[in-house]
T-cell receptor
Framework: DAGVTQSPTHLIKTRGQHVTLRCSPISGHKSVSWYQQVLGQGPQFIFQYYEKEERGRGNFPDRFSARQFPNYSSELNVNALLLGDSALYLC???????????????FGEGSWLTVV | AQSVTQLGSHVSVSEGALVLLRCNYSSSVPPYLFWYVQYPNQGLQLLLKYTSAATLVKGINGFEAEFKKSETSFHLTKPSAHMSDAAEYFCAVSTLSGGYQKVTFGTGTKLQVIP
């Protein structure tokens, strides 16, 4: 079975530009979360989506947005990029979306974003 | 509110020596706890998970962790380090928040294994 797939794996953007990152969860998983991992730190929660609805949001500005499609894949969009947005963006696949805090979260390999 | 503190951003051990990576958590409700490993330029891989079924949890690659409620700790151990264990390790706490699973990670501990 395929794991969590993310694309692109690496990209370089200029300040002020927009970026779209994509994620496909594990087959059968209906929930996707996005995390930002800045170099030298642990992952920080950005969003969780379940059944195409936003179920949770971390402390990130409105420049960050996401959506989930009928096939449960997801996109993370970041507008007006800043140098500080340079990070590894991780997508996580979760078996269920609500009602349990014990679900194992499965991570993809991530998308490395460099803003210059 | 929940938080995770990992003591020691870098830990060095000799090959064959005991590995001990420390994690303390703070949570207002009974938490689920996780340890993840991250190899260079890769995503996070689950090592083990505490779900309250047993306080001593065994994971992959010979790692285990013990949940101690009185100490609010969930330290990760391995009896004998191998060169392939060199990686960064993250402790995480998970609770329900507003109906969704909120996971908070520690800042990570880089493990160096010396031959």
């Amino acid at each position: 079975d395929a794991g969590v797939t993310q694309s692109p794996t690496h990209l370089i953007k200029t300040r002020g530009q927009h970026v779209t990152l994509r994620c496909s969860p594990i087959s059968g998983h209906k929930s996707v979360s996005w995390y930002q991992q800045v170099l030298g730190q642990g992952p920080q929660f950005i969003f969780q989506y379940y059944e195409k609805e936003e179920r949770g949001r971390g402390n990130f500005p409105d420049r960050f947005s996401a959506r989930q499609f009928p096939n449960y894949s997801s996109e993370l969009n970041v507008n007006a990029l800043l140098l500080g947005d340079s990070a590894l963006y991780l997508c996580a696949s979760i078996p269920t979306g609500t009602g349990s805090s014990g679900n194992t979260i499965y991570f993809g390999e991530g998308s490395w974003l460099t803003v210059v | 509110a929940q938080s995770v503190t990992q003591l020691g951003s870098h830990v060095s051990v000799s090959e064959g020596a005991l590995v001990l990576l420390r994690c303390n958590y703070s949570s207002s409700v009974p938490p689920y706890l996780f340890w993840y490993v991250q190899y260079p330029n890769q995503g996070l891989q689950l090592l083990l998970k505490y779900t309250s079924a047993a306080t001593l949890v065994k994971g992959i690659n010979g790692f285990e962790a013990e949940f101690k409620k009185s100490e609010t700790s969930f330290h990760l151990t391995k009896p004998s380090a191998h060169m392939s264990d060199a990686a960064e390790y993250f402790c995480a706490v998970s609770t329900l928040s507003g109906g969704y699973q909120k996971v908070t990670f520690g800042t990570g501990t880089k493990l160096q294994v010396i031959p």
